[in-house]
């Protein structure tokens, strides 16, 4: 007989491990999946889906006359809003009709700065 064969069935013969022998927890095993899992939620999903929120509020609130940004980087006026699209006047007899998921944001009017009080001359 071939003493390869004959050491594989020596080693079949063998009696597995005691049964005694200790079993990791099962909490203890599943904790760190649980832990990351949780990590995973609170780092990507729960954020992700917080900015989902309110880019759908944003387009929700979309109206005639707002000036908004494209994604990709076209500034407008919205001259007409309907179901999914909305008419963007870009310039003086110019309008696009864009879809309203490419709004990135509603650009917010300049500021005017406070005029700063002069200072009266010493007499």
């Known amino acids: 007989m071939h003493p390869m064969i004959s050491n594989i069935l020596f080693l079949a013969q063998q009696?597995?491990?005691?049964?005694?022998?200790p079993q990791p927890d099962l909490l203890q095993t599943l904790l760190p999946f649980l832990f990351m899992g949780v990590l995973f939620y609170f780092l990507l999903i729960r954020p992700q889906q917080k900015?989902?929120?309110?880019?759908?509020q944003l387009m929700a609130d979309l109206k005639t006359g707002d000036r908004v940004v494209t994604n990709s980087g076209i500034?407008?006026?919205?001259?007409?809003?309907?179901?999914t699209t909305f008419l963007l006047k870009v310039a003086d007899n110019v309008k696009i009709e864009i879809d309203k998921s490419a709004v990135a944001g509603i650009e917010k009017p300049a500021e005017p700065k406070a005029a700063a009080p002069e200072a009266k001359p010493a007499a």
Do not use: F, Y
């Open 75 to 83: 500034h407008g006026l919205i001259a007409n809003v309907k179901e």
């Open 51 to 56: 900015r989902q929120k309110k880019h759908q």
């Open 15 to 21: 009696t597995p491990a005691s049964p005694g022998a």
